[in-house]
Nanobody
Framework: QVQLVESGGGLVQPGGSLRLSCAASGFIFSINVMGWYRQAPGKQRELVATITSGGTTNYADSVKGRFTISRANANKTVYLRMNSLKPEDTAVYYC?????????WGQGTQVTVSS
């Protein structure tokens, strides 16, 4: 049974930082491309960052230079370090494989950037 469990969200002021974690189980994590996605209120879910099994990363233009995706294959965990947060980063953040497997969605973790 596949599980993706996100954690680390919270309320942060503009300019602040957070680190999100996603613990995976039930599939061979190390060989899969993983991604962080987010969904803001009233908007479609969007891809934020991806990381290959070998550690190659890609980012949406809106977060490039501010967010860093990383992974620890031994722990089956993918991380998202978010710096210089902006109010427009407010969303529920999810991890999933790339491409998405719809039945793998977890509960997500809420990130709210507000003063």
């Amino acid at each position: 049974q596949v599980q993706l469990v996100e954690s680390g969200g919270g309320l942060v002021q503009p300019g602040g930082s957070l680190r999100l974690s996603c613990a995976a189980s039930g599939f061979i994590f190390s060989i899969n491309v993983m991604g962080w996605y987010r969904q803001a209120p009233g908007k479609q879910r969007e891809l934020v960052a991806t990381i290959t099994s070998g550690g190659t990363t890609n980012y949406a233009d809106s977060v490039k230079g501010r967010f860093t995706i990383s992974r620890a294959n031994a722990n089956k965990t993918v991380y998202l370090r978010m710096n210089s947060l902006k109010p427009e980063d407010t969303a529920v953040y999810y991890c999933n494989k790339v491409p998405i497997v719809a039945r793998y969605w977890g509960q997500g973790t809420q990130v709210t950037v507000s003063s």
